[in-house]
């Protein structure tokens, strides 16, 4: 948990627009609710209702269009995209129709971002190691 707060705390200080999408929050509340020999954390739905209005004050909310719906049936279609693989392909449709210029996550896969040199990932396995995106390379240790 650390390390992604160091990332989100440098982000923030260099004046980056932050945001999840409503699949994010989701996902969040899924996890957090989620009984703890379920791999989730096990919290109660009042803990998890105020953890998730803390992310609602912190980051702004894009909304889910249409353009990110195409966006999604696009990349599906063009990668034979299967299974929960499909959540994944839908991020990267956000970010497609929205322009983002990156996206931090500990679940980069070789669909979302393919190529284009726009994701920030943190790698769970060594929880040491980060890869930036061409707009800012900070060093992060």
Not at 22 to 29: A, D, G, L, R, V
Not at 67 to 82: D, G, M, P
Request: hydrophobic content about 40%; proline content about 4%.
């Amino acid at each position: 948990m650390r390390i992604a707060r160091n990332a989100l705390r440098r982000l923030y200080e260099g004046e980056h627009d932050l945001f999840v999408t409503p699949q994010n929050i989701s996902e969040f509340w899924n996890v957090c609710t989620r009984p703890i020999e379920m791999n989730g954390l096990g919290n109660s739905i009042e803990a998890t209702d105020r953890l998730t209005a803390r992310i609602e004050e912190f980051f702004s909310i894009l909304p889910e269009s249409m353009e990110t719906f195409n966006q999604w049936r696009q990349l599906v279609r063009s990668h034979a995209v299967r299974g929960a693989k499909v959540h994944d392909a839908r991020l990267a449709a956000t970010v497609v129709a929205y322009g983002l210029d990156a996206v931090l996550t500990f679940n980069l896969t070789e669909l979302t971002l393919r190529g284009s040199g726009l994701a920030f990932s943190i790698h769970e396995t060594t929880n040491r190691s980060m890869q930036f995106g061409p707009s800012e390379r900070p060093e992060i240790g």
